[in-house]
């Protein structure tokens, strides 16, 4: 499994991927799911993966073969955000018919997709949700972030913490507690955790980290957010026992 | 959607299920997903259900049918947790065979599974999983709970809170807090809220209630449990941003 977040905020962008891949929990291996592409002053684009590995994978590598040849419309040249996203789609695409129809005959999910984002000079941040069919959403001041791989631990907390104004700094902590739930609940995600922040307008990237499994911030998160929830948890009052429409018996 | 959960204690049980049903999103009803069979002095047991709608309740109609004929063996009569669960995995077996080829034929799954506990005369209080296909699992001191429907909003909660020695007052804190989670997550899952306590050694239940959507305890759970969790997160320091191993600039 995987899980990968990504949020387009005013003041920039946070990209955050986990590295582990298991085909079957007896093959568990680790694979950095984040490509970054910087030319400063120019143009950040982060990809992020999830699915197939060997799908993402080489669509990563078509997508990078494309980009020696300046002739060709690449990601280096592309003029929009829409325009990449249209370019990694076409990517997926070609992949799923080289070796989808292999897979299926075999049972096994080629389901690949993709998040991409960044800024491109004359343009503001954007960020796309690549589906496994090639087509692609893109986030909106409704929909501030897009996730993928395994969401639904770590979505509770983005829920309540993003917004629009969120700085970087909040962002990068939500998005850390948001890593942290969802590897307590599901062992197929696991550390390191690979993080881009994007200042909007900056054209380079503002921090590049990979937090290790014995990483200081990812323990103190983990041990403080549990015992935050604890706490918070202890003052929520009691339900009244009493106060229902069918009284049996009473709880003291 | 559906989200049920149901707990094993030391100190008795919890069950709880939401009331949504959908088929579509333009086809929401409220059904009752928990069933209680009380015989005071001699048995408690409650059944929760998830999936399809027409399995589950063709399912509980057959175990209800059955209990009609004190000849046969039948929920009244069965001698512990474990025959009961063999009892309805027959029942749902039984429908499955009669009703699932013709829902596969027009692409309707025709998945359902139970929660099954409670206490007969003679026995420990037992907790039993279900699946679609009528084998089951029982919970044990190391897995105190189970849920079915939408899980995994909900599920890391009652991770933190739960352990053999929780109380029940506090578990059902739980629980409400779990629902709370899932619902606003996910809107087809949602109140009112059926919840039942059980007592060890009581043979009756202690505390049979329904939480409707303006239910005090409800929305008070919602606000604290909300801020509770903003103030955990406020809390938690921001990451060290020059600390790291690839410094391209620093955000202050």
């Known amino acids: 499994m995987t899980y990968c977040v990504a949020a387009n905020l005013n003041a920039g962008m946070i990209f955050a991927s986990d590295s582990r891949t298991n085909a079957g929990v007896d093959n568990i291996a680790r694979f950095c799911k984040m490509r970054v592409f910087e030319n400063p002053g120019d143009r950040v684009i982060v990809t992020l993966t999830s699915g197939n590995l060997a799908i993402s994978q080489s669509t990563v590598n078509l997508l990078m073969q494309k980009a020696r040849?300046?002739?060709?419309?690449?990601?280096?040249?592309?003029?929009?955000?829409?325009?990449?996203?249209?370019?990694?789609?076409d990517c997926l695409r070609e992949i799923q018919q080289r070796d989808g129809p292999y897979l299926t005959q075999h049972n096994i999910d080629p389901n690949s997709s993709f998040l991409v984002g960044g800024q491109i000079r004359g343009e503001e941040?954007?960020?796309?949700?690549?589906?496994?069919?090639?087509?692609?959403?893109?986030?909106?001041?409704?929909?501030?972030?897009?996730?993928?791989?395994?969401?639904?631990?770590g979505k509770p907390i983005l829920d309540r913490v993003l917004s629009p104004a969120t700085s970087l700094p909040e962002a990068a902590k939500s998005v850390i507690v948001s890593f942290d739930s969802t590897m307590?609940?599901?062992?197929?995600?696991?550390?390191?955790?690979?993080?881009?922040?994007?200042?909007?307008?900056?054209?380079?990237?503002?921090?590049?980290?990979?937090?290790?499994?014995?990483?200081?911030?990812?323990?103190?998160?983990?041990?403080?957010?549990?015992?935050?929830?604890?706490?918070?948890?202890?003052?929520?009052?009691?339900?009244?026992?009493?106060d229902d429409g069918y009284p049996r018996s009473a709880l003291s």
């Open 69 to 89: 040849d300046p002739q060709q419309k690449n990601i280096w040249n592309c003029n929009s955000l829409y325009e990449v996203s249209q370019l990694l789609g």
């Open 184 to 242: 307590r609940s599901n062992i197929s995600v696991g550390p390191p955790i690979d993080l881009v922040v994007y200042e909007r307008d900056s054209y380079k990237v503002a921090l590049h980290k990979r937090l290790e499994e014995n990483d200081p911030y990812l323990n103190l998160v983990h041990h403080q957010w549990g015992e935050g929830l604890k706490r918070a948890f202890t003052q929520l009052p009691d339900m009244e026992w009493r």
């Open 125 to 153: 941040p954007r960020l796309f949700n690549i589906y496994t069919e090639g087509n692609f959403i893109e986030t909106s001041q409704d929909t501030l972030f897009f996730q993928i791989g395994e969401t639904k631990y």
